[in-house]
């Protein structure tokens, strides 16, 4: 599993860029969903998701919000997100690396938000 996380990575780096367009261009509405395991009929384990934000806490540009209680299974997958608006791809990449190493963490991805 850990040679499938690294391999998205790069993937990551390259999605950054082509959204971002290597400036700030879209910026005001970027999101950065992190996505967990969800065993088959259960629930995201919240001390996961508690653990990942613990040792990724963002910084002044990433931004985490507060963290999804919701019951309802869709909600499960992506109980975290950054407020990324403002982020720079450097501050995304760090985060995302970080986010990467931490159990339960299937992927963290950039996404167009309406706040």
């Known amino acids: 599993m850990r040679s499938r ?7 990551v780096a390259l999605g950054l860029a082509a959204l971002t367009g290597c400036g700030s261009a879209g910026s005001d509405t970027r999101a950065l969903q992190v996505q967990f395991t969800v065993p088959t009929g259960g629930h ?19 931004k985490p919000q507060p963290i999804s209680t ?24 760090r ?5 990467d ?9 950039l996404e167009a938000k309406d706040y």
Do not use: F, H, M
């Open 70 to 93: 919701s019951t309802i299974p869709a909600a499960q997958v992506y109980p975290l997100t950054y407020d990324a608006r403002t982020a720079s791809d450097l501050e995304l990449n």
């Open 44 to 62: 995201v384990d919240p001390a996961q998701v508690v653990a990942a934000l613990r040792a990724c806490p963002g910084s002044k540009a990433v």
């Open 101 to 109: 190493r931490q159990p339960g963490v299937v992927s963290a991805y």
């Open 5 to 11: 996380r690294l391999l998205g990575v790069p993937a």
């Open 95 to 99: 985060t995302i690396v970080c986010l």
